[in-house]
């Protein structure tokens, strides 16, 4: 298990230096951000000086090299719009995405996961035609409608709940549910699908050969077999709340990670984009090395590799 | 309705009480889109203390489901028993409840299914799977229930058992899975084990072996067993009896020797002869004209008829019953010395 971890530790490094390279590039690629800064209207003693200031006339290896020593001492510049440093409005950010991630999350776990299960088990009854109902609503509404509908009908007509803004328990609740709609039906047909697989198989009848009660061979004998797709799903979930973010964001106005990646984008904010996608990425990374941890945890088969 | 016993706390070589298996008119009929499949229709065999029973018969004949009935694992809601009795000792499995049937199951009867490759759980260790019975049918825990699955992996011949116990499936040759698969069958040592065609994914050495392994156990621990396969070496190695099966019914049933000597179904018949003599060199072997028949669409009468070198007008119009033929070589050993067999040729000619 041990070189397993070390062996994915790796991987996840490697990821991060590719990241990183693309992140570089690609803000390379936009031209020199001179030509934003300085306007139409500037002199060749400017130029320079901004150049040396910011290395922009170096070699781009060296100006790469330099870009991962900030980066490592988590110097991501300053946002030219701000005029303060970009990690700093990044962290700032964080906590509101984090704790709209987490709600979101844990309601879809708690509810989705039992409906696959139950979905599978009650296979072609009723609950199950419910199930698969909801599982194609969830995929097929989009969320910038789903969001502005549900503020329609809870905000605007009913009065019930707060439009936009992070102000208490009340202001999670119709974020959390435009994220979480998606992936309710996205966990929900995982489940399910992953527990009819395992439920068919010959381990599970042997289980029931033995006497081993229902709930059991459901909860533990199958459950932790089918958990492997669903915690594979979880992850790739997880790395896409960040997108679903910049809309659900956008348009709850919830002071997160997001809303700063609109805001940097509309102005151009280079340090910010550059700062979001990184972190971004590094998320996206983080949860990988995580997931390829418990599948390890799930699995004697991978874990003895 | 007479429940067995909670065993919890008994001596753990004490078997299960041995009881005699009775099935009775079993049928098991599966619901599909395309209409109703009569996989087993009107069986009924008994299946004395100690006795191996053999269930022979091609795929589709209803002999996998038949052991499934007896443990009420046929795949719901498709599959469901919709008549017969089975009697396990002096009770009916048919009328236990979801939660006594539990308690049946690897208790009482226990299965011995056919692939060891795919039947057991790949996120499990050794201990935990051979384990789990005892620990729910005899009440063990700790390291009471680590000697026991130390023992029981004695049992099967595996070799330091102790450090096998931690091992996974993954990390063990077909072979000694299927012998892990044996161990949970006898975990809690039930009065009537079932085999389903339990060697015929491994390689021919490892089934010799392996059929012996059984027979030596089943010496040990005096369970019944009932046998299914298709190959009919394995049934003249070990079964006293053999019930020869078609289309979800059992077309014939002897004890094997006499079933060899002198099948009397046109279909054992046939099958007997297809089978190749290793002393007579032929080119062909002789095989059996025609199709099994489509268990969606029956032809009434015996759904053998129209393969039957032998059919008569009534073949067609009637289903035969069981008629008793009488034992052609008497003095083979085996409890109930009766050869019977589903069709009119036996009948009293008068029909």
């Known amino acids: 298990m041990r070189r397993y971890i070390l062996a994915r530790f790796v991987q996840a490094l490697v990821s991060m230096v590719a990241l990183s390279l693309i992140v570089f590039f690609l803000a390379r690629l936009t031209g020199d951000p001179r030509d934003v800064l300085l306007g139409d209207d500037y002199s060749q003693e400017q130029w320079d000086k901004m150049g040396e200031l910011w290395s922009l006339d170096e070699p781009i290896y060296v100006q790469y090299a330099i870009f991962l020593r900030n980066a490592a001492t988590g110097n991501f510049g300053e946002s030219i719009f701000w005029k303060e440093p970009a990690v700093e409005m990044l962290a700032r950010r964080i906590p509101a995405t984090v704790q709209l991630t987490l709600t979101a999350m844990s309601l879809s776990v708690i509810i989705a996961i039992p409906m696959g299960i139950l979905s599978a088990v009650k296979r072609d009854t009723w609950i199950d035609y419910a199930g698969k109902t909801i599982a194609m609503l969830g995929q097929s509404v989009p969320a910038f409608w789903l969001g502005i509908i549900l503020i329609w009908v809870f905000a605007v007509s009913w009065s019930l709940l707060p439009t936009s803004g992070r102000d208490g328990p009340l202001h999670y609740v119709l974020p959390s549910v435009t994220l979480g709609w998606f992936t309710v039906a996205g966990i929900m047909r995982i489940t399910r699908s992953a527990m009819l697989d395992v439920l068919d198989s010959e381990y599970i009848k042997l289980a029931r050969v033995k006497g081993v009660p229902e709930n059991v061979v459901i909860w533990n004998h199958a459950l932790r077999n089918a958990a492997i797709p669903v915690v594979t799903f979880l992850g790739l979930i997880l790395g896409n709340f960040l997108t679903g973010f910049v809309v659900v964001e956008t348009i709850f106005s919830w002071p997160g990670v997001g809303l700063l990646a609109i805001r940097g984008i509309q102005s151009n904010d280079f340090a910010i984009i550059q700062t979001v996608v990184m972190f971004g990425g590094l998320l996206f990374i983080t949860i990988n090395f995580l997931v390829d941890i418990f599948y390890g945890y799930l699995d004697p088969r991978i874990r003895y590799e | ?351």
């Open chain 2, 1 to 351: 309705m007479t429940t067995f016993p909670s065993d919890a706390g008994t001596s753990l070589d004490a078997p299960s009480s041995p009881s005699r298996l009775e099935v009775k008119d079993l049928q098991t009929w599966f619901y599909t889109g395309r209409g109703v499949v009569k996989a087993v229709d009107g069986v009924s065999f008994t299946l004395e203390p100690g006795e191996t029973l053999g269930l022979v018969g091609e795929s589709g004949s209803g002999k996998s489901i038949t052991c499934l009935s007896i443990l009420r694992l046929v795949p719901e809601p498709a599959g469901r028993i919709i008549g017969g009795e089975i009697w396990l000792g002096d009770t009916d499995l048919l009328q236990l409840s979801r939660h006594e049937m539990e308690q049946i199951r690897g208790r009482h009867v226990s299965m011995v299914l056919q692939d060891p490759m795919t039947s057991l759980n790949p996120v499990f260790n050794v201990e935990k799977q051979v384990g789990e019975g005892s620990m729910y049918h005899l009440g063990l825990h700790g390291s009471g229930l680590k000697d026991r699955v130390q023992q029981l992996l004695r049992w099967v011949r595996i070799p330091a058992p102790e450090v096998r116990a931690n091992d996974y499936p993954h990390q063990m040759s077909g072979g000694m899975r299927q012998r892990i698969v044996g161990a949970i069958a006898l975990s809690s040592q039930p009065s009537v084990l079932i085999a389903d065609e339990p060697t015929t994914s491994l390689d021919v050495t490892i089934q010799a072996q392996y059929l012996q392994l059984l027979k030596d156990l089943q010496e040990e621990h005096r369970f019944s067993m009932i046998f299914v396969t298709h190959d009919f070496g394995i049934v003249a190695r070990v079964c006293d009896r053999v019930a020869v099966m078609y289309a979800g019914r059992i077309v014939e049933m002897a004890p094997t020797r006499e079933l060899f000597g002198s099948p009397r179904h046109p279909y054992a018949r046939a099958l007997i002869h297809s089978l190749p003599d290793p002393d007579t060199e032929v080119e062909w072997l002789t095989t059996i004209p025609g199709q099994p028949p489509s268990l969606y669409d029956l032809p009434p009468g015996c759904p053998f008829a129209p393969r039957c070198s032998e059919a008569m007008d009534i073949c067609t119009q009637e289903y035969p019953p069981t008629f008793e033929t009488g034992i052609a070589e008497p003095g083979a050993a085996g409890p109930p010395a009766s050869h019977t067999a589903a069709c009119w040729l036996y009948g009293d000619g008068s029909r």
